[in-house]
């Protein structure tokens, strides 16, 4: 085995003018768990799901799993420019998601209102690290939060919206 195949991912100190990157990197290890929590839960939803409303809800949680999946490489790699292992463990992924599995046999209207509740977990999350990382003067991940926490937000609105029919 050559030696460029024996490099063990490590942590770094990054100097970027960012304090406390610990808690930064630990923030966005948490919804980076909740994301891909969120990404299988919306999944499961989507294959599932039944009824008059199947091809709006079909569609509607398609885009939204498959914008988490993108997200989740962009949490993951502002953990890696932090200096910091992004979560590598799947049972460190669902021990550190505050999201819920959902049931196995709900109705189309508890899957919305299941989804809208856990999107707007994940943007109450991702309000916090934004005023976490303002604090800790680091601007990217603070903008990063915001962005995120829109799409959440604009999520758990569409959903609801659907529910409403």
Do not use: C
Request: glycine fraction near 4%; hydrophobic fraction near 45%; proline fraction near 2%.
């Amino acid at each position: 085995m050559t030696d460029a195949l024996k490099v063990i991912p490590s942590d770094d100190d990054v100097s970027t003018g960012v304090s406390d990157t610990t808690a930064i990197a630990d923030g966005l290890g948490d919804v980076l768990a909740d994301t891909y929590h969120l990404i299988f839960k919306t999944h499961a939803y989507h294959w599932n799901v039944e009824g008059p409303l199947f091809f709006s809800i079909h569609k509607l949680t398609e885009e939204q799993y498959e914008e988490m999946f993108a997200a989740a490489d962009d949490l993951a790699e502002r953990i890696r420019a932090l200096g910091h292992l992004a979560p590598s463990r799947l049972n460190n992924i669902v021990a550190r998601s505050k999201i819920k599995d959902g049931e196995a046999k709900v109705s189309a209207a508890q899957m919305l209102a299941d989804l809208s509740s856990d999107h707007e977990r994940i943007a109450h999350r991702l309000h916090a690290l934004a005023e976490m990382s303002a604090e800790r003067k680091d601007i990217v991940t603070e903008d990063l939060a915001t962005a995120r926490s829109a799409f959440h937000e604009q999520a758990a609105w569409m959903l609801r919206a659907i529910a409403k029919s």
